[in-house]
């Protein structure tokens, strides 16, 4: 039997039984269609995750907390009173354990660490246009990180973490209200930002709008650079008060091209930091805790279409045994016109991997069709502020990957009625009733 | 191929001392003890006997369908058993054809897909296929069917398709079971016509399996099984 008839065969032995062949379609159909759309929804936050990464780090910072503790000795720890603080509060970004000056001066003596800041908390109350009353006040968050990477810029350019003058980029949506036409014309001009001291005496401060960023998932707010961070956060330090912070800020001297770092320069610094009892991250490896996190999310949404497959397959062997059942006589007849085993095998092997593919192709294309659908919805509503974001992204190899892994669980579920067909004895099949 | 057989060629096929037993323990039931027979080339062999003598079984042995317990069955002199698979199924394929005890039509698929089943299985180009199972329709007056369903036929259109699909391959040996035992007297006289006609016009050998005294009266040599043993004509 030609290849070309075994697959034209095959194909309409699958539709001879059509109400058998369409419900074992729709069992594999409801497998593929949530298996692409899972798939597509780890992709769509994946690509978007990685995206905003690429975006926002600049390559060349480690965040630095100190080390979560190691020690294994039982009982209290002997008090030295030249260690760390404890927090007072929990916080996410770092361990319980504070960072104290002697922490930073030892990370500005490591070899290949350019300037380390730390990141300190400060509040503004509210951003103004320049010289503007006080029904045109806002208010504002700043983002705390805002020194370890680069904004999303719609206009203007990054924050100038060693200029001595205070600067600020502004998220997108304050532009209308502070008075600016555009993004462009923001650029340059100056806003006035106030907070409150450690005394309770309101204070202000002008900043200088040196660029405009897009609204992220991962930076919120606006971004100031350290000369303005510096003076906020000294007006607002309580007296008195030993310096101790959670979290702190390096950036690295690189020995690539161009300066550039490089992840031996990156690796080297994280190495001299976990001696110190320090820990060192980059922006990528933060937001590798962040992807884990996504795809266990999607390890679990997809392990729930894998059963739907798993119980699909179950199906389709109990379509070709029945198949092969109705058949005997048909196959015990080639077999005795010379028809060898691994022919018949290939026969019924094949009309379930027909079967596979209907369920998957079709599967898919609905998943894409609606899941599109639903995807242009959100973005154009729900997430609508996280722009960049296509929540469901059907990469086609993804797709097509799907479709593969469909058709070959049916041809694995298709090997057991195929084999029984295959070893069918042609005088017992002739003899069949 | 109206070739007469050569003096002193070897039998198409030729069954050594034959035993099939089926099952085993209590059920343990010999349907064959011991039978030798030849086939010369273009004769036709009629096997006849009481239901359950087994004939059938006979006649599956010597189309090689099945394997004897004991005992040999030589094809133009060469022994079967030692043939690998493959050899064997093409060989079913090329040059046997079969039309067994019950029609086995494809009731779903045409007379014409139904009629060019060994020459699919052959992995002839389906053009040729049409052609030639066209061909052969048109010979046996089945042409104006050829699109219809199996299962549309009359009984005798059945057989007579059935015997289509045996001649499609132009085989040497035709093993036909009870080929008009379905049939009633009038048509089965027809598809007995046809049989003994191709026999003669083309040398092909028949094989008949029958219990039909007529039938087996028309065939050059007749043997007669009983209870798993020729008792009657092994002609060598
Ligand atoms: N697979 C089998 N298992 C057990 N017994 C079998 C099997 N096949 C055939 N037999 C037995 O072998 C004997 C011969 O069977 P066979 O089919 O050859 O008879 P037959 O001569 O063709 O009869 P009929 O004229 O009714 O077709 C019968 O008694 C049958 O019951
Ligand atoms: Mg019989």
Redesign the interface.
Known sequence: ??TA?VIT?ATRNAF?SKLRTTLTVLSLFVGAFTLTLTTALGAGVNDYVTKQVATISTGDVLIVTPAASTDTTEGPDAYDPDGRQQSAQANPLGAGTLLNDDDLDAMRDMDGVDRVEPVRQIAVDWVAPSGGADDERYELDVNPTSSIGRSDLVAGDQLDQEADEAQIVLPEDYLDALGFADAESAIGEKVELGYTDAAQADQAIEAEVVGVARTSLLAAGAGVNQSLTDTIAEAQAIPGQPDAYVVAVATLAGTGDDGAVTASDVDDVKAQLADADLAGQTVEDQLGVIQTVINGIIGVLSAFSVIALLAASFGIVNTLLMSVQERT??I???K?????NG?VFSLFSLEAVVIGFLGSAIGALAAIGLGSAISTALSAGPLADLPGLTILLFDPVNVVVVILVIMLVAFLSGVLPARRAARQ???DS?RYE | MTTSPAPGAPPVLSAQALTKTYGSGQSRFEALRGVSLDVRRGESLAIVGKSGSGKSTLM?LL?L??RPTAGAVEIDGEDAASAP??R???????RFG?V?Q?F?L?A?QSVLENVT??L????V??RERTHRGMAVLESLGLADKAKNKANDLSGGQKQRVVIARALINEPDVIFADEPTGNLDTATGGQVEDLLFGLQRERGITLVVVTHDDDLAARCDRRVTIADGLIVEGAGR
């Not at chain 1, 005795?336 to 060898?340: I, L, N, P, R, V």
């Not at chain 2, 699919?120 to 992995?123: M, S, T």
């Open positions: 039997m030609r008839d065969n001879r006589r048909e015990g007849l080639m005795a016109m010379g028809m060898s022919k004895d042609p005088i002739l | 599956h189309a369908l099945d698979v493959k064997i199924n093409r060989l079913r394929n090329e079969f067994f019950q086995f494809t779903q089943l060994p699919l299985v052959a992995g180009a389906p």
